[in-house]
C-alpha cells in the first residue's frame, strides 16, 4: 500500500469536510421527527460512495429507514469484502450538557466534537475514504460492497429482513465493521466478542389518575415506590440478577482464558479517576473488565413517573416507567432472554398495581474467533501501522446485526475499529481524535492487501 | 340569616363569573415563570375584596408572592373571624390528560372545570361571597380579616414570617379556612386533624458523565438501579417506614377512638372501583381511613433519569433524581423528621454513588378539639343548611401553616371544607360541583351567626 499516508497528508481537508457534511445531519434514528433526515443522510451517503469510486451505488429501501448500497467489483475471483457501518446516530438529551453543538463539528485539542464524530459516521467513512485511497492509486486488491444502514441505534430492526431479502448481492468472504474501539491510541486491540442486547420498557399503574398525595397517600399504591421495589429486586446482594434461568445459557469462560485476558493491560485506579467514582460497582467474583466483557448485566437506561418539574408537587401518580435493559453474552438468546424477564417482572408487580412489558429490541451476543483469516489480517495491518500486535478484547457493548449476518448471510464480521473509551459515544459531547480517524484510513487498506494475500 | 339562598340564586352567575376571573390567572407559585401571574392573581382579590364589602384591602409584601388583607371592623367589641385562603394554585402537568384547558373554566355535568376550580380558588371565594352577602343584607353579626396568600401550594414559606410581623393586624378569634373537603354531597363532615408533610429532592450520582450501557454497564453503577434500591429500602415488608426514629413521636390513637372513627361511613369496594384498582395498599394492622387519617406515610411523589424520551437509548446515566415526601401526624416534629431522613437515606448509599439530599418544605401536623366554640358554631352551621350533624374527620392531605397560625398567632383553626374525593385536586380535570360551591355560600353565614352568639 505505497503512499498512503501522503495520500492521507493530502486530501485531510477534504476527508474531513465531507465527513462535517454528513455529520450535520441529524440523523436520529429514536426520534420520528428525523424521518426527513435519514433520508438525506443516506442520498449523501450515496453521493460519497459514488465519488470515493464505487461502479454504482444505491439508496435501497427497507422496511423502515433506507440502506445505502454500493459496490465495485474487479475480478469475480478475487475476494470479496463487504463493508458495514451505520448513518443513525443517537439522541442528544441532555442538550445542556454539550459544550459545542452537537450537530454543528468542531475541531479542538485534536479531536472533532460532534454527535456521530466516532459513533458511526467517523469511524464509517473511514472505510470510504481507505476505498477511495485504493481505487485512486490503483491498489484495490479486492471487490467491495458497502452497506450503511440506519437504524444501528434502534437495534437493525429492518435490516434483518433486508439480507434476507438480498442474500445475493450482499455476498462477501468477510464483513468489514468500524464501530468498535481500541485500548488506547499506543495499545491496538481487534474486538474479538461482543455482548448481545435486549431492552423493554415498562409501565406500572396504581390508580386510574393522578391522586392528591396527603388524602390518598398510605392507602393506595403509588406506582413509583412499587417500581423502584419492582426494580430493586432485579439485583440480589451480590449483584447476580434474579431472574429465574437468566444465567443458564450463559457460556462458562476457562480459568486459562480468563488468566489471558487478565493480561490485557488495565488500570482501575484510572479508571475510576476518569468516571470520578469512588468504588466500581457489580457482580461478584468478576473483575471490571470480566464484568463488561464475559458476563451480562441488567441496567435501568431511563426512568420517569409523577412530579419531574419545578418545584415540590405533592402527588400521587396514576402511571410510572422505566426502560430496562441487558447487555447479554454467548450462548445467550435474547428471544429467551426477553420472555423470561417479562413473565418475571409480570410475577412480581403485587395486586395493588398493573403492569405492562413491551419488549423493544434484542440482539445476540457474538464471538470472532482468532484463528480465521480475516482476523489475522486485521492482526497484521493493525501490527504495520502500529509496530504491535493488536489484543484480541471483549467489549461491553452490542451491535446485534453482527450475530444477523451469521446466521442469515452465513458470513463472519471482523471487528476493526478505531475508537476510544473517552470518545463518550451516546453521550453529550462525543468526540473522535483525529488521529484514530487517520490511523483508521491508513490501516484499512492493509486488512485489505492481506487478506487478498 | 334571611333570605341567603334568595341571594345567591339572584347572583349566581355573577359570583361564577367573578370566579372565573381569578382561575383565569394561572397562579402557579412551583413555576418561577409564573411570578408575575401571583401579583395579578393577589390584585385581583383585592378588588374583589373592596367590592364584596372590606373597609380597606390591600396587597402586602411578604419574602415572597404577596399577601392579599381584607377587613371590616363593625365593631371591636365583637368577635373577629380571621378568613385564610390562598390565590396560588398547582402546576398543570401532565397537560394531555386534561379534557379542558386548566385556566379556562367550563361548567358541565353541574361541575366547574379547572385548576383551582375547588382548591383553593373555589373554596376560597365562597368565603368572599358568603361575607358579601352578610355585608349587603346588613346581617354581619362579626369582624371580618381576610388573609389570602400565595404560596400554600409550595409550603407557605413566606406566610410563617408574615405572621410573625403582623401579629396585631392578624389578632382573631378564629381562623375559619375552607380548603377540605366533606365525605359527600349528603354526608356533610369536618376535618378535625390534618397530616403535617415534609418534602426532599435526592439526586444520585454515579460516573461523572452518562456512559455507554454496553462499554461500561455491569462494571459501572447505575444511579437509577441505586436509587431504586434506596427507595425500595424505605418500606419493609409490611409497609412501616424504616427510617430510624421515624415513628417515635407518632401520636398513638385509642382503641376507643379508633372505634368511634371506624363508624364514619366509609365503602372500600366503592373506593377501590372508583380508583380502578385491584387491591388498597398500605401499613399492616390498619385500615385504610386509618392508614391516610392517623398514621404517617411516605411517598415518591416524582422520579427522573436517564432516557425518557421516545426510542431505546443505550445509556447508562450518570444521575437520577427523586422528589420524596412524606405526611406526618401529631406528634411528629417535621424538622426532626427532616434530618433523620437525611441522616438516614445518606447513610444507605452505597460507596459507588454520591448522594444529596435537598429538604424542599415542611409543616406540623394538626388537631381540632371537637369541645372548642369555634368547632361546636361549624357543627351547627352545617347541621343548619345540611339537615344533619356533620362527622368530625381527620384529613390525610396537609394545611402546614394551620400549625403554623396556632404556634405564631395562638389562634385556633376551623376547617369547615366543602370539596369532595372526586374533585381532582392536584391533578388533571381539577372541577368543583356548582352544588358544593353555592352550599358552601349558604353555610358560612351560620357560622358566623352561631360562633356570634
Chains 1, 2 share one sequence.
Not at 420 to 427: C, F, Q, R, Y
Request: proline share 6%; charged share 25%.
Amino acid at each position: 500500500m505505497n503512499d498512503v499516508k501522503a495520500y492521507i497528508e493530502a486530501n485531510k481537508d477534504r476527508f474531513l469536510d465531507e465527513l462535517f457534511q454528513l455529520i450535520r445531519i441529524p440523523s436520529i434514528s429514536a426520534e420520528s421527527e428525523h424521518k426527513p433526515d435519514m433520508v438525506r443522510c443516506a442520498e449523501q451517503w450515496k453521493e460519497f460512495l459514488l465519488q470515493a469510486g464505487c461502479d454504482k451505488a444505491e439508496v435501497m429501501p427497507s422496511a423502515g429507514n433506507p440502506v445505502v448500497f454500493g459496490q465495485k467489483i474487479i475480478d469475480p475471483a478475487k475476494p470479496t469484502v463487504l463493508v458495514y457501518g451505520h448513518y443513525d446516530v443517537m439522541p442528544v438529551a441532555p442538550l445542556e450538557l454539550w459544550r459545542t453543538s452537537p450537530f454543528e463539528p468542531v475541531i479542538k485539542d485534536g479531536k472533532i466534537w460532534a454527535r456521530g464524530a466516532d459513533d458511526d459516521k467517523g469511524q464509517s467513512f473511514m472505510q470510504a475514504k481507505a476505498f477511495e485511497f485504493m481505487v485512486r492509486t490503483n491498489q484495490l486488491p479486492c471487490n467491495v460492497k458497502f452497506m450503511i444502514e440506519g437504524e444501528e441505534e434502534i437495534g437493525s430492526g429492518s435490516l434483518y429482513g433486508f439480507c434476507e431479502e438480498h442474500k445475493e448481492l450482499l455476498k462477501s468472504d468477510v464483513i468489514l465493521v468500524c464501530d468498535t474501539s481500541m485500548i488506547a491510541p499506543d495499545v491496538p486491540s481487534i474486538t474479538s466478542g461482543l455482548r448481545g442486547l435486549c431492552y423493554w420498557e415498562v409501565e406500572v399503574t396504581g390508580a386510574n389518575h393522578d391522586l392528591h398525595s396527603g388524602i390518598y397517600g398510605g392507602a393506595v399504591a403509588n406506582p413509583i415506590n412499587i417500581l423502584c421495589k419492582m426494580i430493586a429486586g432485579l439485583h440480589d446482594e451480590d449483584n447476580h440478577i434474579t431472574i429465574p434461568g437468566f444465567y443458564d445459557d450463559v457460556l462458562v469462560i476457562s480459568d486459562e482464558e480468563r488468566a489471558l485476558m487478565a493480561q490485557a493491560p488495565f488500570n482501575e485506579e484510572a479508571y475510576k479517576k476518569e468516571l470520578d467514582i469512588k468504588a466500581v460497582h457489580g457482580e461478584k467474583g468478576y473483575t471490571t473488565k470480566e464484568r463488561t466483557g464475559i458476563r451480562p448485566c441488567l441496567d435501568i437506561c431511563g426512568i420517569w413517573g409523577g412530579h419531574t418539574g419545578e418545584g415540590s408537587k405533592t402527588v400521587l401518580p396514576s402511571k410510572a416507567y422505566a426502560k430496562i435493559s441487558t447487555r447479554l453474552v454467548a450462548n445467550q438468546d435474547y428471544n429467551k432472554i426477553s420472555e423470561l424477564f417479562q413473565r418475571y417482572f409480570e410475577s412480581i408487580a403485587p395486586e395493588c398495581v398493573t403492569v405492562k412489558v413491551t419488549p423493544c429490541h434484542g440482539g445476540a451476543a457474538y464471538v470472532s474467533p482468532l484463528e480465521m483469516k480475516a482476523y489475522k489480517a486485521a492482526e497484521k495491518a493493525m501490527e504495520t501501522t502500529y509496530g504491535k500486535r493488536p489484543i484480541p478484547t471483549r467489549s461491553g457493548g452490542s451491535i446485534p446485526i453482527v450475530a444477523g449476518f451469521e446466521k442469515i448471510l452465513g458470513t463472519k464480521s471482523i471487528l476493526m475499529g478505531f475508537g476510544l473509551g473517552s470518545d463518550d459515544i451516546h453521550a453529550p459531547n462525543e468526540n473522535y481524535p483525529l488521529e484514530q480517524f487517520f490511523k483508521g484510513i491508513e490501516t484499512i487498506p492493509y486488512f485489505y492487501q492481506y487478506f487478498a494475500e
